[in-house]
Nanobody, 121 residues
Framework: QVHVTESGGGSVQPGGSLRLSCAVS????????MAWFRQAPGKEREGVAA???????NYAESVKGRFTVSRDNPKNTLDLQMNSLKPEDTAIYYC???????????????WGQGTQVTVSS
């Protein structure tokens, strides 16, 4: 059984920062590619940032220069450092993992339950 667990969500004022973390565990799981997605109320899930096992990264245009994705391969963990947060970043953020390199395409096999990020004054 595979477990994907996110942590680090919360509320912050515009311009603030948050760091999300994700841990993937389970027998036989392969996290060749890991990513963060988000879904705001009434909107489709969108890819935010992805990183593969070689360290190659992809970012959504809306977060480039503000968000940084990183991973620890031996620990099978994924982080997302979010700076200069805006109200439009408010969403539930999901961690995803798969052996296929989906990057920002939401076709991953393994998903977490999500963590809420709220940016509001």
């Amino acid at each position: 059984q595979v477990h994907v667990t996110e942590s680090g969500g919360g509320s912050v004022q515009p311009g603030g920062s948050l760091r999300l973390s994700c841990a993937v565990s389970g027998r036989g799981v392969s996290s060749n590619c890991m990513a963060w997605f988000r879904q705001a109320p009434g909107k489709e899930r969108e890819g935010v940032a992805a990183i593969d096992g070689d360290g190659n990264t992809n970012y959504a245009e809306s977060v480039k220069g503000r968000f940084t994705v990183s991973r620890d391969n031996p620990k099978n963990t994924l982080d997302l450092q979010m700076n200069s947060l805006k109200p439009e970043d408010t969403a539930i953020y999901y961690c995803a993992a798969d052996w296929r390199r989906w990057y920002l395409i939401p076709s991953y096999k393994y998903w977490g339950q999500g963590t809420q990020v709220t940016v509001s004054s």
